[in-house]
């Protein structure tokens, strides 16, 4: 692969680095189940599952007065629990990093929940930055735009799109089950992956 000195490569972490659907879905329904909301089945999840949280716990049916609380709840039930790297994610990092990428991450996860996957998972440790716990990424990747030429974002999410592409990034969007790749690209998505290692034709 190239030099890749004025590339800047930045990602989510739940659902786009480690691959964690059912995590999400039983840490949604441990919150649900705390203030006798009905819970979702998988199918139920797949529908109705859409970031940001805030925007997810109202219409569930948590009141906004709660929705603080409620993701500190679900924080730390992620944290408690196991996810998978995706496929391709550590060839992927390793590759960037050797070619001199900038490598990030931007999430809402918690710090926590980052720390815990890296260690459990075995993530390659090629992090140049890690913005965990982030409220608006719009903000952050503005924030961190000016550092390199090049820059992508790569996440999960209709919302990680269009963030990215307000933001002057590459949008490049993973499928999972939390959004479909219509979705991503009607979003902004330049690109739509579904394995980390696809990224390395894209950003060389």
């Avoid at 990602?11 to 329904?29: Q, S």
């Avoid at 980052?114 to 965990?132: E, T």
Wanted: charged share 20%; aromatic share 6%.
């Amino acid at each position: 692969m190239a030099t890749l000195g004025e590339t800047m490569v930045l990602f989510d972490w739940n659902g786009t680095v480690v691959v964690d659907a059912d995590r999400a879905r039983a840490a949604l329904n441990a919150v649900l189940a705390g203030r006798g909301i009905p819970v979702l089945g998988e199918a139920e999840f797949s529908v109705r599952f859409r970031l940001p949280l805030g925007q997810l716990f109202g219409r569930l049916g948590i009141p906004e007065s709660e929705h603080a609380l409620a993701e500190e709840e679900w924080n730390a039930e992620m944290a408690d629990t196991h996810a998978r790297l995706r496929d391709g994610a550590a060839e992927c990092l390793s590759t960037l990093s050797r070619a001199g990428a900038w490598l990030g991450v931007v999430s809402a996860a918690s710090a926590a929940a980052v720390r815990f996957d890296q260690r459990a998972l075995a993530v390659p440790a090629v992090w140049n930055s890690v913005d965990a716990s982030v409220g608006d990424k719009f903000e952050m990747l503005l924030r961190h735009r000016p550092q390199r030429s090049n820059a992508f974002y790569v996440g999960d999410s209709a919302d990680d799109m269009r963030c990215a592409s307000a933001a002057g990034y590459t949008a490049v969007g993973v499928t999972d089950a939390y959004c479909s790749p219509e979705a991503l690209r009607s979003a902004g998505a330049a690109h739509v992956i579904g394995t980390l290692d696809e990224l390395l034709a894209i950003v060389a």
